[in-house]
């Protein structure tokens, strides 16, 4: 191992704590995404519908009414 | 916490996946175990090259968090033909030098020569640079200008070769062969003038 890669490992071990830090913001990041996306899920196809049904049209017989 | 964290790392398999299969597992899983792994074996690295660029710790926390995050939304684009660890390196200088551009913090990044004239002074060899000891080697990199440092760790710390740095900074493989000569003499300039007392 060269001396510019024992500096990498040496930085590694030093900052451990920051790079735990940072991993729960993105765990807290991904969590708001996956919720966002969920709500979407559940909610986009309604909203296209009720804007179909408000310029007149009408709705796909088949399309998911249950929720 | 930890444990939380990275829920696959105790297992020995894991540690034999590589970095490629691990992608191609999350691609089609969107399992985020397989982001942790990713995340344990890379962010040390990237937390590591982006407080060595920035200097602050808060911006290389925020400079991590959001390499990380363009990581996890551009997997899909990463496409095999260079190493994982050359793409996730070229995405995080990337962001680095971007984020010293916009502050203007450092000129070297974005202003290309305005080294003095070092190129008449005599070839540094590697060795120099790599018999070095690792506090010193520290301490003269954080001296030098980030366009310097950042160059000197693609090659000796990444082990890039000349193709895939000019891919990432933009630059014609001459033009970056003469930037690795003139961050070597700079680098053999600042080492003399820091520890010239010791030569005496």
Known sequence: MNNFKELQKQDEEKYT??????KMKIDSNMQTLGVFSTVIDMYFSKVINYVVSLSGGKLDDNSDTSE | M????????NSDITKKISDEELVKLYLETHNVAYFNII????????FGKCIS????????EDATQDVMMK???NMAKFSGKSRFSTWIYSITYNYCIDFLRRKKKDPSVYVADLLENLDV????????????NVGRLKTILGEMP???RTILLMKYQDEMSIKEIGSILDKSESAIKMK???????FRKTYDETYKEERI
């Open chain 1, 17 to 22: 704590n920051k790079v735990d830090n940072v």
């Open chain 2, 2 to 9: 930890i444990n939380l964290l990275f829920p696959l790392l």
């Open chain 2, 39 to 46: 995340y344990k074996r890379y962010s040390g690295k990237i």
């Open chain 2, 53 to 60: 660029l920035l200097k602050t710790e808060s911006e290389a």
């Open chain 2, 71 to 73: 990581i996890l939304m």
């Open chain 2, 121 to 132: 002074e005599e070839e540094v060899n590697d060795s120099f640079l790599l018999e070095v």
């Open chain 2, 146 to 148: 980030s366009g310097d």
């Open chain 2, 180 to 186: 690795i000569k003139r961050a070597k003499q700079k």
